[in-house]
């Protein structure tokens, strides 16, 4: 791409809009996690910059996000005792996405299915509406998360301090009602900052503001925690990095569909762990790929991963010389423009679809959505997507049974004069089972009780593989049962059109081991010559043919 005045233009009023919107959604993330507002600014200074120099999208705005605050905040009260402690998380969550990158895996992780990331963006949401409840009504932030926030609120309501109420209502108020053509000169959020600030600078005093701000560079935080911390830190750190991961890869599906461009996901991992990296080296919240951002970014003009690195310049230049300016600000203030930034992240097109959902479907984005608000993020990913995976094991069983084709061959059509004249040509003495498709575990167990009958009825069974493009372990297995079973039967197996990635996973599990040497043909009518011949020396033999 041609970099010219025009994109430098766009790239320069990108990342000056983007920067004045993440200064108010930086500090209230910070102060969401538990780190404090500064933390949050050395966040989308570091995630912001690192994640556009060496990410793969090229428009994408990084930095502190719901999710991501909400996880720090878990980190921070269970997984941690003390400062460096979940610093070392935040660290450890950065390395790990920069291995998913480097080992390719940004586009696994970009499976997550759908009702999964809906259920727990939805229970983000509903987290951060929820914990902003007490400092809405004046209160502090309770700890135990929303468990927690739900025991004080009955107190917080009795003790309402009325001015923070005021205060945080005019700034949702104004966050709500801002016009979105206004939002490209203005930012809602920085206007609802302004006036929610102002009223409690002007008029209605006496609330808790944020306080002192550290200015200047942030100090590094150096630690080395035991080994058994640091075990037990990896599944935290796994699932930072895999919400991260999540998160900003979707940003960027976003991102590619309003520009047209085409992101690379394992870079985009690459710069993401570094960022986070670099957070939780400086004491910032970690961060991952903001969806709003992003859209702002790209609106305003930004159109390169300058605007990125530009918006977060002029973050770290509103750190160092505009501080003080900042510690008036109403915690009020902040958890209005919180309350706003939870409802835009419930996926409210999905639930408005619950009606015409699957039930499966349903039931597993209800399932993560209350383990994320009600238990922890941790357990619901986890569980989420083990029931994900569990519906659509469902539904490839039902997809697999139904490209199982297992017939009787008749003797007239298959084996043309054979038989002799007390034979009944309309026997079947040899059966047909024909694979199409992909096999795997979700219809071994089923395939068995299918098919095994049907084997014991005839004299051969032949196997045709002529359609079958995939079949994982289990399945192979299956086919070594059900080999195992026709020979318990006395049933002469053939097999047909076998090849390709098939051919060598029943190979390497040695499924082929108890098959007859002779007995397996390129082709059916290989195959038909094989069972012809199979059938007419068991007739020589016993004089009974065995009917279906």
Same mark, same amino acid.
């Given at each position: 791409?041609?970099?010219?005045?025009?994109?430098?233009?766009?790239?320069?009023?990108?990342g000056?809009?983007?920067?004045?919107v993440?200064?108010?959604?930086?500090?209230?993330f910070?102060?969401?996690s538990?780190?404090?507002?500064?933390?949050?600014?050395y966040?989308?200074?570091?995630?912001?910059?690192f994640?556009?120099?060496?990410g793969?999208?090229?428009?994408?705005?990084s930095?502190?996000t719901?999710?991501?605050?909400?996880?720090?905040?878990?980190?921070?009260?269970?997984?941690s005792?003390?400062?460096?402690?979940a610093?070392?998380?935040?660290?450890?969550?950065?390395?790990l996405?920069?291995?998913?990158?480097?080992?390719?895996?940004?586009?696994?992780?970009a499976?997550?299915?759908h009702?999964v990331?809906?259920?727990?963006?939805?229970?983000i949401?509903?987290?951060?509406?929820l914990i902003q409840?007490?400092p809405?009504?004046?209160?502090s932030?309770?700890?135990?998360?929303?468990i927690?926030?739900?025991?004080a609120?009955?107190?917080?309501?009795?003790?309402a301090?009325?001015n923070?109420?005021?205060?945080a209502?005019?700034?949702?108020l104004v966050?709500?009602l801002w016009p979105?053509?206004?939002?490209?000169?203005m930012?809602?959020p920085l206007?609802?900052?302004?006036?929610?600030?102002?009223?409690?600078?002007?008029?209605?005093?006496?609330?808790?503001?944020?306080?002192?701000?550290?200015?200047?560079?942030?100090?590094?935080?150096?630690?080395?925690?035991? /080994?058994?911390?640091l075990?037990?830190a990896?599944?935290p750190?796994l699932?930072l990095?895999?919400?991260?991961?999540?998160?900003?890869?979707?940003?960027?599906?976003?991102a590619?569909s309003?520009?047209?461009?085409r992101?690379?996901?394992d870079?985009?991992l690459?710069?993401?762990?570094i960022?986070n990296?670099?957070?939780?080296?400086f004491?910032?919240?970690?961060?991952?790929?903001?969806?709003?951002?992003?859209? /702002?970014n790209?609106?305003?003009?930004?159109?390169?991963?300058?605007?990125?690195?530009?918006?977060?310049?002029?973050?770290?230049a509103?750190?160092?010389?505009?501080?003080?300016?900042?510690?008036?600000?109403?915690?009020a203030?902040?958890?209005?423009?919180l309350?706003?930034?939870?409802?835009?992240i419930?996926?409210?097109r999905?639930?408005?679809?619950?009606?015409?959902?699957?039930?499966?479907?349903l039931f597993?984005?209800?399932?993560?959505?209350?383990?994320?608000?009600?238990v922890?993020?941790?357990t619901?990913v986890?569980i989420?997507?083990?029931?994900?995976g569990?519906?659509?094991?469902?539904?490839?069983?039902r997809?697999?049974?139904?490209?199982?084709?297992?017939?009787?061959?008749?003797?007239?059509?298959?084996?043309?004069?054979?038989?002799?004249?007390?034979?009944?040509?309309?026997?079947?003495?040899?059966?047909?089972v024909?694979?199409?498709?992909?096999?795997?575990?979700?219809?071994?167990?089923k395939?068995?009780?299918?098919?095994?009958?049907d084997?014991?009825?005839?004299?051969?069974v032949?196997?045709?593989?002529s359609?079958?493009?995939y079949?994982?372990?289990?399945?192979?297995?299956?086919i070594?049962q059900?080999?195992?079973?026709a020979?318990?039967a006395?049933?002469?197996?053939?097999?047909a059109n076998?090849?390709?990635?098939?051919?060598?996973t029943?190979?390497?599990?040695?499924?082929?081991?108890?098959?007859a040497?002779?007995?397996?043909?390129?082709?059916r009518?290989?195959?038909?010559?094989i069972?012809?011949?199979?059938?007419t020396?068991?007739?020589?033999a016993?004089?009974?043919?065995?009917?279906?």
């Open positions: 791409m041609k970099y010219d005045l025009d994109t430098l233009r766009g790239d320069l009023f990108g000056l809009t983007s920067a004045v993440a200064l108010p959604v930086s500090l209230a910070g102060v969401a538990g780190l404090g507002a500064a933390a949050g600014l966040g989308a200074i570091a995630v912001g910059f994640a556009a120099i060496f793969g999208t090229r428009s994408q705005i930095g502190p719901a999710p991501m605050a909400v996880a720090m905040a878990v980190i921070i009260t269970s997984h005792s003390n400062l460096t402690e610093l070392t998380v935040v660290m450890m969550g950065g390395l996405q920069v291995l998913l990158g480097v080992l390719r895996f940004g586009r696994f992780v499976y997550t299915p009702v990331v809906s259920g727990f963006m939805s229970g949401g509903v987290i951060v509406m409840t007490l809405f009504l004046g209160a932030t309770a700890l135990g998360g929303p927690g926030t739900l025991r609120l009955p107190d917080a309501l009795a003790n301090n009325i923070a109420f005021a205060i209502l005019a700034t949702l966050g709500v979105r053509r206004w939002t490209r000169f930012p809602g206007v609802a900052l302004i006036v929610g600030t102002l009223l409690g600078v002007l008029a209605l005093r006496d609330v808790p503001v944020i306080g002192p701000v550290p200015t200047g560079l942030p100090q590094l935080h150096l630690g080395l925690p035991s /080994i058994g911390f075990v037990s990896i599944q750190a699932i990095a895999l919400l991260g991961s999540v998160d900003s890869l979707l940003t960027s599906l976003v590619d309003m520009t047209g461009t992101h690379n996901a870079r985009e690459i710069g993401q762990g960022g990296m670099v957070a939780g080296l004491g910032g919240v970690p961060g991952a790929g903001a969806t709003m951002g992003t859209v /702002i790209i609106r305003a003009g930004g159109t390169t991963q300058i605007s990125g690195a530009l918006r977060a310049v002029v973050v770290l509103l750190l160092l010389g505009l501080g003080r300016y900042v510690e008036p600000i109403p915690h203030v902040l958890a209005g423009i309350m706003k930034v939870g409802w835009d419930v996926d409210w999905m639930l408005a679809r619950v009606h015409r959902m699957r039930r499966e479907h597993v984005m209800l399932l993560t959505l209350g383990l994320t608000v009600f922890d993020l941790v619901a986890a989420g997507l083990i029931a994900a569990m519906a659509h094991a469902r539904q490839l069983e997809m697999e049974l139904d490209s199982v084709v297992s017939v009787p061959l008749l003797d007239m059509a298959f084996l043309p004069g054979e038989g002799g004249g007390e034979s009944d040509p309309f026997s079947a003495r040899v059966g047909l024909a694979l199409r498709g992909s096999f795997t575990v979700a219809s071994s167990h395939l068995v009780g299918v098919i095994s009958e084997i014991k009825d005839h004299e051969v032949i196997f045709d593989f359609d079958a493009t079949i994982d372990d289990s399945a192979a297995m299956l070594h059900l080999i195992e079973v020979t318990n006395h049933t002469e197996v053939v097999i076998l090849s390709g990635a098939v051919a060598e029943l190979d390497a599990l040695g499924v082929l081991g108890e098959v040497e002779g007995r397996i043909a390129a082709s009518e290989a195959a038909r010559h069972a012809y011949r199979l059938v020396e068991r007739a020589a016993d004089g009974t043919p065995k009917r279906s």
